[in-house]
């Protein structure tokens, strides 16, 4: 653990993997309440079509992933207020729209573009300290407005047409949760990788609501799965020399499968002894 923390770009790596999977990991739980699972796949998705547009006309990646996360959550709340429109046929068509548009402009691009394989899987080497003060930042966002919007949120994920009659500002509440995960989904990118991204958001969640007894107990029990992933993930693919994102995902189906099996166990113990 310790050889980790003598390099910078490793000790980054670490920290890196260690905010994403916080801020993920507190988001999972809304995204699994909500069953609106595939939200992160298609972020994820849409950043492909951003990073790209960014490596073709030569522009700060961070800032264009940032603009076309909010104009995806944008575009997902307006069209998916219509009645005859389904928020996951939205966010479909805009997946699939934005990697069309993506290797249509990596196409015009000559030679090899290793940013693209670093942003698809993931790649410690590519975080700064730049990134993990956004990471930072944007983790205390995440903290304040699940604290500030607790009583808003719980309602809005387990019934959002009965929330409205509680006085829930179900509009602003939907809005501003999905602009928050999108752009979670572009700033961790770097690490997990686009298309392993979605496990963060959904996995922790889970394993959390295998054990929990309210949202609150969810919500400590996912930041730990979280913490214990990224750490655990991110040393081993250090001393076996594999991608760290990668690891970080399967380490997280691990820890899901024990979580699944001790609360079997536990379950059926139970049905024993009545």
């Known amino acids: 653990m310790m050889e980790i923390l003598k390099y910078p770009f490793l000790r980054n790596g670490l920290i890196g993997a260690i905010l994403a999977g916080l801020g993920s990991s507190l988001l999972s739980n809304f995204i699994v309440l909500k069953k609106m699972e595939f939200i992160g796949e298609g972020a994820a998705h849409v950043a492909f079509g951003a990073i790209a547009f960014a490596l073709f006309f030569n522009l700060n990646m961070n800032v ?54 670093s942003f698809l899987f993931g790649d410690v080497l590519m975080i700064n300290n730049e990134d993990l003060k956004f990471l930072f930042i944007f983790d205390l966002i995440i903290i304040f407005y699940i604290i500030f919007f607790n009583k808003e949120l719980k309602y809005y994920a387990y019934n959002q047409k009965l929330s409205q009659i509680f006085g829930v500002p179900v509009d602003f509440i939907n809005l501003s949760f999905l602009i928050i995960t999108s752009i979670t989904i572009v700033i961790s990118a770097k690490i997990i990788g686009i298309i392993l991204i979605t496990s963060l958001l959904i996995t922790p969640g889970v ?7 309210s949202i609150n107990q969810m919500i400590l029990i996912s930041l730990i799965i979280g913490f214990v992933s990224s750490v655990l993930g991110f040393i081993a693919s250090y001393y076996f020399d594999i991608p760290s994102g990668p690891t970080i995902v399967v380490t997280l189906f691990v820890l899901f499968i024990i979580s699944y099996i001790i609360k079997r166990v536990y379950l059926l113990k139970n049905k024993e002894s009545v």
């Open 64 to 117: 264009i992933s940032l603009i076309v996360a909010i104009v995806f959550a944008v575009a997902i709340h307006i069209l998916g207020k219509k009645e005859k429109v389904q928020e996951n046929s939205v966010i479909g068509m805009l997946l699939t729209l934005s990697m069309a548009v993506g290797i249509i402009l990596l196409s015009f691009k000559k030679g090899y573009v290793p940013e693209i394989d």
């Open 207 to 213: 394993i959390g609501k295998l054990f929990a007894k």
